[in-house]
């Protein structure tokens, strides 16, 4: 699967607010959550999601899910990222 393709289906499955963002470097951000669910899928890089206090690293071609209401932290790997999320509400 590709980022078009990841996107398409996120469109097909009723996520909104579809976006592909490249992400420098940078280490976890302060512990948070959203009220709305997050799809991802990994294009380039890496980037780390840590529920719970375990980590768990996503690279090119990996796809990601962090329910709303999950306390989460985000961090983005050493080379960046390139990541195509959606939002479902």
Known sequence: MNA?????????????EITTRT?????????HAHEFSVRGFVSAGE????????????KAGDEFEVAAGQIHTE???????????????
């Open 47 to 58: 980037f780390v999601i840590t529920c719970n206090g375990v980590p768990r690293s996503y």
């Open 75 to 89: 961090a983005v790997g050493p080379e960046g990222t390139c990541v195509t999320t959606g939002r479902m509400y």
């Open 23 to 31: 992400r420098d470097p940078q280490p976890a951000n302060a512990e």
């Open 4 to 16: 078009a393709e990841f996107e398409k289906m996120l469109e097909q499955e009723g996520y909104r």
